[in-house]
C-alpha cells in the first residue's frame, strides 16, 4: 500500500490467531484483516470480491462472530480468535455445511462459496435458520453472482435441523 502524501505510515507487531494458530506479523497499520490472511499468511480461502463491505466474500469470524475482514483493520484482531474457512474443514476432512454445499449444488464458479459458508455457520449460531425465508433474509449480505441462492438455502436447511427442502 503506497503512502498517500505527507501521510506517515505506522506499523504494528502482534500476534495474529488464525485457526488455532499464532502467527507475529509486523505490519502497516492500515492493512485490513482480508488482506493480512491472504497476503501475509497465505490463507487464500478468504475471497476478495467488492473489497467495500458490499458482497459478503470476505467474510470470516472473530471471536465466533462473523465479520467483513474488507472492512475490519488487522490490528483490530490483536488478541482475539480469527477463524476462516481453512479453519472449519478440509477436502479430507469437511464440515457438515461444505460436505451439504457440494451435495446439494449450493455454488458454481464458488468464489462466493467460502464467505457463504462462514455466514451460514453464524446464521445457525444465531438462530435464524428456521425458515427459507429468514436464511434468505440473513444471508443477504453474501452475493452470488452466479445465483446458486436456491441451494444454498438447501444446503443450510439440511444441516440446520430438517426443515426440508427450500420452496
Ligand atoms: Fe468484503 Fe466484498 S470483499 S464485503
Ligand atoms: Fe459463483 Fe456464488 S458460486 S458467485
Redesign the pocket.
Known sequence: MEPRDGEVIRQAQFTLRVNGQEHPVDIDTRTTL?DALRDRLGLTGTK???????????TVHVDGKRI????TLAAQCHDREVTTIEGIGNGASPHPLQDAFLRHDGFQCGYCTPGQIMSALALMAEGRTGSAEEIREYMSGNICRCGAYQNIVSAIQEVAGGHGPAV
Open positions: 482480508l476478495k470480491g467488492c473489497d467495500a463491505g458490499t458482497c459478503g466474500a470476505c467483513l475482514s474488507c472492512l
